[in-house]
Nanobody, 122 residues
Framework: VQLQASGGGLVQAGGSLRLSCAASGRTFSSYVMGWFRQALGKEREFVAY????????YYADSVKGRFTISRDNAKNTVYLQMNSLKPEDTAVYYCAAKRAVLTTTPEQYDYWGQGTLVTVSS
């Protein structure tokens, strides 16, 4: 699976962005999809994941209630809608894919996109 993330940019605090992650391959619908982020000088951290069917989602406490993950298996795409953005959300955002078990651990994801930069100004 090859992943291509897009949609990052510069936004003011309180604003919104929607990230997209387009996947290649016919088996996209069988993958768990996750979003992670890495701020400058910090470790990569979990943001959200969604099950293959879209029926199960889970969020980091830091983004719960502000971010929404969704997927369109017909378009081989997963989304991250980010609202009420804060300066501390500034990071490179990565999408990732894995089979089977839902997990927040980045090391357990098999495929990664190249990342898209989100910058939130105060």
């Amino acid at each position: 699976v090859q992943l291509q993330a897009s949609g990052g940019g510069l936004v003011q605090a309180g604003g919104s962005l929607r990230l997209s992650c387009a996947a290649s391959g016919r088996t996209f619908s069988s993958y768990v999809m996750g979003w992670f982020r890495q701020a400058l000088g910090k470790e990569r951290e979990f943001v959200a994941y969604i099950s293959w069917s879209g029926s199960s989602t889970y969020y980091a406490d830091s983004v719960k209630g502000r971010f929404t993950i969704s997927r369109d298996n017909a378009k081989n795409t997963v989304y991250l809608q980010m609202n009420s953005l804060k300066p501390e959300d500034t990071a490179v955002y990565y999408c990732a894919a894995k089979r089977a078990v839902l997990t927040t651990t980045p090391e357990q994801y098999d495929y990664w996109g190249q990342g898209t930069l989100v910058t939130v100004s105060s």
